[in-house]
C-alpha cells in the first residue's frame, strides 16, 4: 500500500470497494483496537470492531498448513483408477 493508501486508513470511515480491496490492513487496524466503519454511498452501513470477551484464535503462519499431512500413497494414480474413473 502507498503512504497515501495508509493516510486514508487513519479515518475511522472507509468506502465499502476500498475496504473490501484492503479488508487484511483493515483487520489488522481493528486488531490494534480501532473501530472501523464501512460506508455506501457515503453512508454509514457496517463497522469493524474488536471482538471483546471472546479469546482469540492463535495466528497460524500460512493458513496452518504447517499442521496438516498427507497419508502415504495419496497420489498413486494408477491406470485401472483411470479407467474406473473416467471409463474407456
Same mark, same amino acid.
Given at each position: 500500500?502507498? !503512504?497515501?493508501s ?25 486488531a ?12 454509514? !452501513? ?18 496452518? %498448513? ?8 495419496w ?9 474406473? %474413473?473416467?471409463?474407456?
Amino acid at each position: 500500500m502507498s !503512504a497515501e493508501s495508509v493516510e486514508q486508513y487513519e479515518q475511522t470511515e472507509i468506502g465499502v470497494y476500498e475496504a473490501k480491496t484492503h479488508l487484511s490492513q483493515l483487520l489488522d487496524l481493528v486488531a490494534d483496537g480501532r473501530v472501523v466503519f464501512i460506508t455506501r454511498h457515503g453512508k454509514r !452501513a457496517a463497522e469493524l470492531r474488536p471482538v471483546t470477551g471472546v479469546e482469540q484464535a492463535p495466528q497460524r503462519p500460512f493458513g496452518g %498448513w504447517e499442521t496438516y499431512s498427507l497419508p502415504d500413497g495419496w497420489d498413486d494414480f494408477t491406470a485401472q483408477d483411470a479407467t474406473d %474413473w473416467y471409463g474407456e
